[in-house]
């Protein structure tokens, strides 16, 4: 994937933990893209180059800038911590073209989207797009009281009755099971936050019958991990062992060793980095695949899945 | 051009489709090996060489103006070759985008787009057309937007949807198909249009691709070859139309095949769609004579090895049956210098 040059044009405090970065081209436009897309910006991280990947908050129709909206993450794995210290305004990023993981389907009668705290960016490009079409829509939006809340204000303007909020540090929470059962037929929900609201809405959305096509997520992170214990991943072409550390990913082992395997999200939500295992058991940690997949095919994903008893034999 | 054209009799449009030794030597010859198998064959799209098919995403060429002028007679006989479902709209605008921005910056002698805001202007000087309209609005436009576009653009043109980890066949015009029908496919996913084709469910090749296609990026359109063979230079080989030429099959004789049978190349380009998130499935297809083709040796040969191995089911799917034998002896004489 090709990265582009960008100029950090304004930098803004939004809230004392989420910091607004405009990005700017070099030359020329932005691309287009979808609501709900994300891009890559690459960190120099101990000398690698690696890229975390950030919700485009501005508006799809715009392509003279792009905005993200990033929080300071107090485990940040580096990628939240450099953007915040060491990124000003006029400095240079290189950033991947914009990807959509969390669309929206073009076919629903009424979205109804849930947020939980700076699960809210993906929503408000997504925004645009349904106002732009004249779609049906509602946004319910949970933070942990105002002032961590960074669009709340330009929200509650822009949508009217259609912005429902929730302070959860004065105990306010939807009754999702209830909002659920409230929709119109061919609804769709989608929800971007916590771990927890996540699995709630989804299985609020089960407990109702929703279809599953109709049920939309996206994570951050990949969540609470069973323990990860080191393996060894034989390259069958060349026969060469790579070692999987305990606290490494088998797609970070197989870069250092020289073999780059194309990624996106790098939480196993994705399936960009799928390679194709030829002997050894899969520990399948995704969010990607359904069991069918998982059971027809011998692949992995490289980011997050990893080896069931200490060894794998890979295509590569 | 619609109303000139209805009342002037039909042009002798095989006439007008016949190759130039350029085009001849540009020609997207699909066969990389001695036989033929359902592979997903997909490689990066636009980075052949200066003049090549694939120099650009969208290719044009020689009978641009004739086979737009086509175009507007096949529409007119039946206006169900444009369809789209309501839910496409935006993925129409996105493809008029698509189609003007990269025809603009690939071939600025023939069109320009210049934008002001939302206010588009589209010369497209091949057909003297000059439109004012604004971007998103489709009032301002004569047409709906892949209706209006596809009119000026060369290939088949297919927007599908992007839902439930499927690919939906949702809208499109297809004026040149090989034997198959927008208005039969129109609502299908992936594996529901692929249904006829044999084999390559087995092998999962569907399954595969449909996985693969899912994430293309904005970025990084695909291309891939598909083939088959066509008698006469026939360009609307739709379901539609087949009592009128499926009977050309059965008149194959050993002194017409050269003039006569076709091979007919579509190279399939899939770039994702930026704004809507759908994808683009675009068929660029190239008929070439085997008169014409004879004039490459190492063509000919090759050509004939694949049709020599091609399993029977495949060859009757594409139609071939009653006369692959006439081709093969038709081939047989020109030698390459290769084992």
């Known amino acids: 994937m090709t990265a582009q040059p960008v100029r950090v044009g304004r930098v803004e405090e939004l809230t004392p933990g989420v910091r607004r970065f405009t990005l700017v081209p070099e030359r020329g436009a932005l691309p287009a893209f979808s609501g709900g897309s994300h891009i890559g910006v690459m960190l120099p991280d101990a000398g690698a180059a690696r890229r975390n990947s950030y919700s485009l908050t501005s508006s799809p129709y715009e392509r003279s800038f792009f905005q993200i909206a990033v929080k300071r993450e107090p485990a940040s794995r580096g990628g939240s911590a450099y953007l915040h210290e060491s990124v000003r305004e006029g400095s240079r990023l290189e950033i991947a073209a914009p990807v959509n993981q969390f669309p929206l389907a073009n076919t629903g009668r009424h979205h109804l989207l849930i947020a939980g705290g700076i699960g809210i960016t993906p929503f408000l490009s997504q925004i645009e797009s349904l106002q732009r079409w004249g779609h049906s829509f509602e946004l319910h939006d949970c933070y942990r009281g105002a002032e961590n809340a960074p669009f709340l204000a330009e929200l509650r303007e822009r949508l009217g009755p259609r912005f429902h909020g929730y302070d959860t540090s004065r105990g306010a929470r939807p009754d999702l099971v209830a909002l659920l059962r409230a929709q119109v037929t061919g609804a769709h929900v989608y929800v971007c936050g916590p771990a927890g609201l996540i ?28 323990p990860t214990r080191p393996f060894v991943a034989r390259l069958a072409r060349s026969g060469q062992d790579v070692s999987v550390s305990g606290g490494s990913s088998l797609l970070d082992a197989l870069d250092a060793a020289g073999h780059a395997v194309p990624y996106s999200c790098r939480i196993g939500g994705c399936g960009t980095c799928e390679v194709a295992v030829i002997e050894g058991e899969v520990d399948h940690r995704d969010h990607c695949w359904t069991d069918e997949d998982r059971a027809g095919d011998r692949r992995i994903l490289a980011c997050i899945s990893r080896a069931k008893n200490g060894h794998l034999v890979l295509d590569l | 051009m619609n109303s000139e054209l209805a009342s002037a009799p039909p042009p002798p449009m095989a006439e007008r489709f016949r190759n130039s030794a350029v085009a001849i030597a540009r020609f997207p010859f699909p066969f990389t090996g001695d036989s033929y198998e359902y592979t997903v064959n997909l490689v990066k799209a636009g980075q052949g060489a200066p003049g090549a098919f694939d120099e650009h995403w969208f290719d ?208 399939q380009v899939l770039p994702r769609l930026p704004r809507s998130n759908g994808l683009l499935f675009q068929i660029r297809t190239y008929l070439i004579s085997l008169e014409e083709l004879v004039t490459n040796p190492a063509w000919a040969n090759r050509l004939r090895r694949v049709l020599q191995s091609l399993p029977p089911e495949i060859a009757d799917y594409k139609g071939l049956s009653r006369y692959r034998q006439t081709v093969i002896d038709f081939l047989e004489p020109y030698e390459d210098g290769q084992p």
Do not use: C
Request: net charge negative; charged share 25%; aromatic share 12%.
């Open chain 1, 199 to 226: 699995d709630a809405v989804v299985a609020a959305a089960r407990t109702l019958g929703w279809p599953r096509h109709h049920v939309h997520f996206e994570r951050f992170s990949a969540g609470p991990q069973a």
């Open chain 2, 60 to 267: 044009i060429d020689e009978h641009y103006v004739a086979e737009m002028e086509l175009r507007a007679l096949v529409l007119e006989q039946d206006p169900d070759r444009y369809l789209s479902l309501p839910h496409m709209i935006e993925h129409q605008w996105d493809v008029l985008e698509l189609i003007m921005e990269h025809y603009a910056a690939d071939y600025p002698e023939h069109f320009s787009l210049t934008r002001d805001g939302d206010l588009w202007t589209w010369e497209n000087r091949l057909l003297g057309l000059r439109d004012t309209f604004t971007f998103g609005d489709p009032r301002t436009l004569p047409r709906e937007p892949l209706d209006y576009i596809a009119r000026q653009a060369q290939g088949d043109w297919v927007a599908l949807d992007v839902r439930d980890g499927d690919l939906w066949l949702d809208a499109g015009m297809l004026t040149f198909p090989a034997d198959w029908s927008l208005k039969f496919d129109m609502g299908m996913s992936f594996e529901e249009w692929h249904g006829p084709v044999p084999m390559a469910h087995e092998a999962g090749v569907f399954k595969r691709a449909k996985q693969f296609l899912l994430r293309i990026t904005p970025e990084e359109p695909w291309q891939r070859f598909n083939w088959t063979m066509t008698v006469g230079r026939r360009w609307d080989t739709s379901s539609e139309t087949y009592d009128q030429w499926g009977i050309d099959r059965t008149t194959i004789t050993p002194e017409n095949v050269g003039e006569k049978v076709h091979l007919r190349v579509e190279v």
